[in-house]
């Protein structure tokens, strides 16, 4: 590192890893300042837009989608961590999960991370964060909700092949509170 002016001269810092490694950029340098901000060489600072949803809902098995937005990414690296255990999901479109319902697609502008099959266990909170220093994020809150039916009663019915029959049907969507484990019962008639 050499130091000009009371600024120091490095690579851009990135998020450590669970493991401690740092991913570093070395197309670009960035000067920073003595209270430890960026100033980007071209002076386009990354800023993260407001998100379309920050609360994602969606039923167990089908596919959740958080979206985010930023503008003047630049050569910085938007990276998506889950927050129950700090796991690095992504960093750009490299994708560390090795649960292969993850993934993450980006296009200018855009870094919306999916979770096909989505269980309750994905539920919980989740962060897209841009490695400037420091660091900037965006919280999303995913909620998977998981429907059940079943078939109560007390007696065995025997019914004649061709007969009709009228079913009453009870749907129970159980939600389960991230972090917490609780759940909450909805019930309706159809």
């Known amino acids: 590192m050499e130091r000009r002016n009371g600024h120091v001269d490095r690579w851009p810092s990135a998020a450590l890893s669970m493991e401690g490694a740092m991913v570093?950029?070395?197309?670009?340098?960035?000067?920073?300042?003595?209270?430890?901000?960026?100033?980007?060489?071209?002076?386009?600072?990354?800023?993260?837009?407001?998100?379309?949803?920050?609360?994602?809902?969606?039923?167990?098995?089908?596919?959740?989608?958080?979206?985010?937005?930023?503008?003047?990414?630049?050569?910085?690296?938007?990276?998506?961590?889950?927050?129950?255990?700090?796991?690095?999901?992504s960093s750009g479109s490299e994708v560390f999960s090795t649960d292969s319902r993850v993934s993450v697609s980006g296009r200018e502008g855009s870094w919306t991370l999916t979770i096909r099959y989505a269980q309750p266990r994905d539920g919980g909170e989740y962060a897209c964060q841009v490695n400037t220093q420091p660091p900037?994020?965006?919280?999303?809150?995913?909620?998977?909700?998981?429907?059940?039916?079943?078939?109560?009663?007390?007696?065995?019915?025997y019914v004649q092949s061709g007969s009709n029959i009228s079913l009453t049907c009870t749907v129970r969507e159980q939600l389960v509170v991230p972090g917490t484990g609780a759940q909450i019962k909805q019930e309706g008639n159809s």
């Open 136 to 157: 900037i994020a965006q919280w999303f809150n995913l909620t998977v909700v998981e429907a059940r039916a079943e078939i109560a009663g007390k007696e065995t019915m």
């Open 24 to 89: 570093l950029n070395p197309l670009k340098a960035v000067t920073s300042t003595p209270d430890g901000g960026d100033s980007a060489l071209d002076d386009k600072r990354p800023l993260l837009l407001p998100p379309l949803r920050r609360e994602v809902s969606t039923r167990a098995g089908q596919t959740a989608s958080l979206t985010c937005r930023v503008m003047n990414l630049g050569y910085r690296q938007l990276m998506w961590i889950r927050a129950r255990d700090l796991h690095v999901l």
